[in-house]
Antibody
């Protein structure tokens, strides 16, 4: 059974960089059947796609966040990460990591497995 | 990229059917059959209920169905049950290799 688990600092000061990690068990992030993605949700609001990482580190990012987002992967730890720089109160949200099917998977381009989410609060 | 357009809320009586629409553009919903739908209970992570417009993952009730016409996708839930009360989100792959979500629809089972 595949499980994803987010981890992060919880509280971040404005203008700093928040770093989040997603640990994957039951699947290998090196397989070409999936991409790996970050999605966030401010309290009481909708979902926002942040970006995806795949292959050996290829990425696509939401254009509205692209200048502040960096994603990376550590295949030795089976983890992938999100760095979001210059954070403001508008970045306060629950951040989810999710598995995204590729054309090599029977669920193509949909988020089929999600982590439980980790809350990030931006406050001084 | 602009969010896909969903109604803020829909409601229905137990046993009846409801449909939630999701309107995009020719660069996302209209361009690909990569529309998916998610059910989200309060305080929980979203759960995939429909992928590739109309396919159900294993374990999802056949009361859930999806379709698409032009730039608008739809999720239909038939035989409404109290447990269906949740927030529902659509998402689509786009022509710039990104994903865009709808604003979400709150379903009330009256």
């Amino acid at each position: 059974q595949v499980h994803l688990q987010e981890s992060g600092p919880g509280l971040v000061r404005p203008a700093q960089t928040v770093s989040l990690t997603c640990s994957v068990s039951g699947d290998s992030i090196s397989r070409d059947t999936h991409y790996w993605s970050w999605i966030r949700q401010p309290a009481g609001k909708g979902l926002e796609w942040i970006g995806r990482i795949y292959d050996s580190g290829s990425t696509n990012y939401n254009p509205s966040l692209k200048s502040r987002v960096t994603m990376s992967m550590d295949t030795s730890k089976n983890q992938f990460s999100l760095n979001l720089s210059s954070v403001t109160a508008a970045d306060t949200a629950v951040y989810y990591c999710a598995r995204l099917g590729s054309s090599g998977w029977y669920i193509n381009r949909a988020f089929d497995i999600w982590g439980p989410g980790t809350e990030v609060i931006v406050s001084s | 990229q602009s969010a896909l357009t969903q109604p803020a809320s829909v409601s229905g009586s137990p046993g009846r059917s409801i449909t939630i629409s999701c309107t995009g553009t020719s660069n996302d919903v209209g361009a690909y059959n990569f529309v998916s739908w998610y059910q989200q209970d309060p305080g929980k992570a979203p759960k995939l209920v429909i992928y590739e417009v109309s396919h159900r993952p294993s374990g999802v009730s056949n009361r859930f169905s999806g379709s698409k016409s032009g730039n608008t996708a739809s999720l239909t839930i038939s035989g409404l049950q109290a447990e269906d009360e949740a927030d529902y989100y659509c998402t689509s792959y786009t022509s710039t290799s990104t994903w865009v979500f709808g604003g979400g629809t709150k379903l009330a089972v009256l």
